[in-house]
């Protein structure tokens, strides 16, 4: 007689794959990160109609960032024994208020509640984005469903700023929050329909509370993996977060030509995302090596190339290419380095990220006033070659575990 093993509810749901929810968890993304970064382009007319100064109108950025770092840590615990499926639809509701919150908003408070929200669903959706994938598809396909995502994200890269800017030209900063909240809404009815239900991962004991994130920095392998995400988020925006001054101050470029450089690199971010899930495939932690070698060989050669807009062409284009795409490889290495505890190493992450990202910012914001591109670049290409030597490290110690 011929033996059958008994599958779960739950294993019978990872062998389909649930595709339209993941589109649809990218168009989500796609949102999210709009709505994240558009008042980049629109902090001028932001700043004069709500009477404060454009630093001032900045810190929406800020306060969105931190609140995504405190949600980061403890939305695992705080979603407790609700069905994911509520928790993502809930969080698309809360990105769809805060837009028309912004948007209407009469005062510099209400605006600050706004941006509070939207750091709120960023930290709540990308910490649940890895376990969303493991869940939606099977794990042969994790890989692709994160690159979708990311793809989200890389659209959003390409046209929030332009479209910001845009928009507020044509119907003002608030119309360009309020053009979010359709896409939102969207957003919202196609996950409703596609989205299954995901119920709450059973837990150990004392794994609700939000403290429950960091145990898992003791294993070696994991504490390895962060800190190598961590050093290649701030290795890249030690350099990229001041690429416009050097744009403007080294090849000189005009407004028109540095929204084209802004483009490409975008658009190179597109193509990555395309092709990062077969380089996945092949080998996670030889792409996750390799990326922040190539990262930093780009960052050296812009010092004698600057000065010639072709190749700060290709070399950005090669940049936006690379950088791009690792973040797929990365939520890829949690989705494999912890596949039973993904809320928690997806939070732990994005706090790590968020924080990598602020210290980068100011390192490279400290050395580009005191040393210029030169020294910002060369810093930049140090923390990306350690960041690879410490993937190294996480690829020997993995293999060790049994």
């Known amino acids: 007689m011929t033996q059958h093993k008994a599958d779960t509810p739950e ?5 389909r794959a649930h595709w339209g929810a993941v589109f649809a968890m990218s168009v989500c993304v796609f949102a999210l990160i709009a709505s994240e970064f558009m008042p980049v382009s629109l902090l001028t007319p932001i700043a004069a109609d709500l009477g404060v100064t454009e630093g001032m109108a900045g810190q929406g950025i800020a306060i969105s960032g931190a609140f995504a770092v405190l949600t980061s840590l403890s939305i695992s615990s705080l979603a407790g024994s609700m069905d994911r499926k509520t928790v993502l639809l809930g969080m698309t509701g809360i990105m769809a208020l805060s837009g028309a919150l912004v948007g209407m908003a009469p005062n510099y408070l209400v605006y600050m509640i706004g941006r509070a929200l939207i750091g709120i669903v960023v930290g709540g959706f990308w910490s649940l984005s890895a376990a969303t ?11 692709r469903a994160l690159a979708i995502f990311n793809g989200g994200n890389a ?8 479209l910001g800017s845009y928009l507020g030209s044509i119907v003002g900063w608030r119309g360009a929050f309020y053009a979010l909240v359709p896409i939102a809404a969207i957003a919202l009815v196609w996950q409703w329909i596609t989205l299954p239900s995901m119920p709450a991962p059973e837990r150990a004991a004392g794994s609700r509370t939000v403290f429950h994130v960091f145990t898992a920095l003791k294993r070696r392998p994991i504490a390895l993996g ?6 290649f988020f701030m290795g890249q925006f030690v350099s990229f977060t001041y690429v416009r001054p050097f744009l403007e101050t080294v090849p000189k470029v005009d407004e028109a030509t540095l929204s084209l450089v802004l483009l490409v690199i975008g658009a190179a971010g597109l193509v990555g995302t395309a092709l990062i899930g077969g380089f996945i495939a092949r080998g996670l932690y030889r792409t996750l090596v390799v990326i922040p070698i190539l990262m930093a060989a780009i960052a050296v050669a812009l010092i004698p190339f600057g000065p010639w807009i072709v190749p700060v062409f290709v070399l950005l284009g090669l940049w936006g290419l690379l950088s791009t795409s690792a973040p797929v490889g990365w939520w890829s290495w949690v989705a494999r380095a912890m596949p039973d505890d993904a809320e928690a190493g997806g939070g732990l992450m994005v706090a790590i990220i968020q924080l990598s990202i602020a210290l980068g910012s100011t390192l490279g914001g400290v050395l580009f006033d005191l040393a210029g591109h030169r020294g910002t670049f060369l810093a930049s290409a140090a923390v990306l070659l350690v960041g690879a030597l410490v993937t190294v490290l996480t690829a020997r110690a993995a293999a060790s575990r049994p």
């Open 11 to 15: 294993t019978e749901q990872r062998e």
């Open 133 to 143: 994938a493991i869940r939606l598809v099977p794990a042969r396909d994790v890989p």
């Open 155 to 162: 659209l959003a890269s390409v046209l929030a700023a332009p």
């Open 226 to 231: 962060m800190a190598a995400c961590g050093l």
